[in-house]
Each structure stands twice: as C-alpha cells, then as structure tokens.
C-alpha cells in the first residue's frame, strides 16, 4: 500500500526531469496521475511506461500560461476522477533572456 493511494495528482512539466520523477514517484505511491507539458509525446510516453507497469495514468497537452488550457486540463481531471488532490506546478516559464538578468 503507498502513501498516495487514491489520491488524484497533477504534474506540470512531466515530460523530462523533476516533474517526469515526481510523476513517477507519485504514480509507485498510487497516486493516479496526469502528466502534463507543452511536449505532448514526452509526456505520453512516460505515462504509457507507467500504464504498462499497472499504475493509472495519463497524459495531457498543457501550456501552463495559458488559463483556458489549465481550467480545461484541471476540468478533465475532475471529469476522469473526480477530484484533484495534488497539483505539481514543476513547469518552467522563462522569457527568452540571460539567465543572469532574470531575477
């Protein structure tokens, strides 16, 4: 039994890194978990990996900057399960600039 179980998680940026381990991590917890990111097909396929190995999961399109897709993601979420427990907010938004001058 994991301490997540039944407990509906969202992560943001879930295609790679910290966001694609914390789903993961989430996901062997059993929690059941969308992972969302701009980069569709990398989220997919983690999220098929972890359907593969028995956990629920799925992915989702998501541009954190804008709210329509957000309510909708959110909205589909509850649609699927009925709640959302956990929100991840991993995904990075920068403009493009120097890493130096951003504050």
Known sequence: ???LDGRV???TGASRGIGEATARRFAREGARVCLT???????LSTARQLVNEG????????DV??????????GE???RYGRLDILVNNAGVTKDNLLYKMT
């Open 1 to 3: 039994m994991g301490r």
């Open 9 to 11: 998680a969202m992560v």
């Open 37 to 43: 990111d701009v980069n569709l097909e990398g989220a």
């Open 55 to 62: 956990m629920d999961a799925f992915a989702a399109k998501l």
């Open 65 to 74: 900057t804008s709210r329509t897709e957000v309510e909708n993601t959110v």
């Open 77 to 79: 979420i509850v649609d």
